[in-house]
């Protein structure tokens, strides 16, 4: 049976929460705009802005302090349902920027995927359009290596959010290709309709268990860090586990940002 070569996770069905060494994190991705840090108005993905942005009005506690020594900055990703997906895409692009291999490999993984889709079910004709966005925004990259470049393009609604929906897609794929694993972890009839309501939908949350199957999909690990809870302590969660996260992100009232960790000394 595949599982995905990690420890199989524990995940609670009631509460849509997955639990990890006694942590519980709701990996829930919605709109708040009273609590999710103000952004320039039109703008999807921010500029790098100092840690502190983060709380601006109130004053630092415990989990914020403890923030701010491990990480440096942020970058603001809008409120929209989408903010994982949108994160998550710009974080690892950025990260691989001036590295022409890793470029590449992104580019010939997300071209290869195709077979992915098609395997799940999926006509060509409901996600080329998408695939050859997300592969014009490498090949930009790969011309300019200017984050400017891939800052403008996230920037760009139509062009961003069809990067969305492909990773939405290619989400949905990878969860149907290995329904015997992921099939007892979602809340729905069956996985089939939860893809199609929950994954494949823009502006839906987004679980652990999807960003579980993007990962793996993808061949990449990403390291988040919670602030939700009442413990003082923040919650690290590295997805898959047992992998080396190349990205940070936090999670925190139910929205995803960018995070930049402070150099080690």
Not at 82 to 100: D, G, K, P, Q
Not at 223 to 247: F, K, N, Q, T
Request: charged share 20%.
């Amino acid at each position: 049976m595949y599982d995905g070569g990690h420890q199989r996770p524990r995940f609670s069905l009631r509460s849509s929460t997955l639990w990890t060494n006694g942590l519980s994190v709701r990996s829930d991705c919605c709109v708040l705009p009273q609590i999710v840090p103000q952004m320039e108005a039109g703008s999807l993905v921010s500029c790098r802005e100092d840690i502190s942005s983060l709380f601006p009005h109130q004053t630092p506690d415990a989990k914020y302090k403890n923030l701010s020594r491990q990480f440096s900055s942020v970058r603001k990703v809008h409120g929209d349902g989408n903010c994982f997906y949108r994160a998550f895409c710009f974080a690892h692009m950025e990260s691989i920027l001036h590295n022409v291999r890793e470029l590449q490999r992104f580019k010939d993984k997300i071209t290869q995927s195709r077979k992915v889709l098609s395997s799940a079910g999926f006509d060509e004709s409901s996600f080329m359009h998408h695939l050859n966005t997300v592969v014009y925004v490498v090949e930009q990259c790969q011309a300019e290596e200017q984050e400017d470049t891939l800052l403008r393009l996230f920037n760009e609604q139509v062009t961003s959010d069809s990067v969305v929906q492909y990773l939405r897609l290619l989400t949905s794929s990878h969860l149907l290709n290995h329904a015997d694993f992921f099939c007892s972890f979602v809340e729905a009839p069956n996985l089939q309709a939860y893809c199609r309501q929950e994954v494949e939908t823009m502006a839906m949350e987004c679980d652990h268990v999807d960003i579980l199957a993007l990962m793996e999909a993808l061949d990449i690990c990403i390291h988040v860090v919670s602030m939700e809870g009442v413990d003082e302590l923040l919650a690290h969660h590295i997805i898959p586990e047992g992998a080396e996260p190349s990205l940070y992100l936090l999670y925190h009232t139910s929205h995803y940002n960018i995070l930049y960790p402070r150099p080690q000394q």
